[in-house]
């Protein structure tokens, strides 16, 4: 029904940055909130930035200042400018489309991209 592409993880030496994308693709309508969270292993999975439809923002204090999200509703697309990395922002970063309006089936869901890896080396 639908998918979460994401790409724009990879290897970055600390103080460095990294623009992560998630595309969504399928019979969407409307995503109401795109959010970015990031888990590392044997943690709970951490909320990292939000963003509505309309564009009001929501960041965890770790990575206020640093992080910036965005997102083209024309192309169901969120992004997550990562600047100033440290070696604890490593881990696996997921996608997360919320209160997503299918064409085709009533109701909203919610989905998950499959991941991207971000390693930042110190």
């Known amino acids: 029904q639908v998918q979460l592409v994401e790409s724009g993880g990879g290897l970055v030496q600390a103080g460095g940055s990294l623009r992560l994308s998630c595309a969504a693709s399928?019979?969407?309508?409307?995503?109401?909130?795109m959010r970015w969270f990031r888990q590392a292993s044997g943690n709970q999975r951490e909320l990292v930035a939000s963003?509505?439809?309309?564009?009001?923002?929501v960041y965890a204090d770790s990575v206020k200042g640093r992080f910036t999200i965005s997102r083209d509703n024309a192309k169901n697309t969120v992004y997550l400018q990562m600047n100033s990395l440290k070696p604890e922002d490593a881990t696996v970063y997921y996608c997360?489309?919320?209160?997503?309006?299918?064409?085709?089936?009533?109701?909203?869901?919610?989905?998950w991209g499959q991941g991207t890896q971000v390693t930042v080396s110190s």
């Open positions: 399928g019979s969407i309508l409307e995503i109401n909130v």
């Open positions: 963003i509505s439809s309309g564009g009001s923002t």
């Open positions: 997360n489309a919320g209160g997503v309006t299918l064409r085709t089936i009533s109701g909203r869901r919610d989905y």
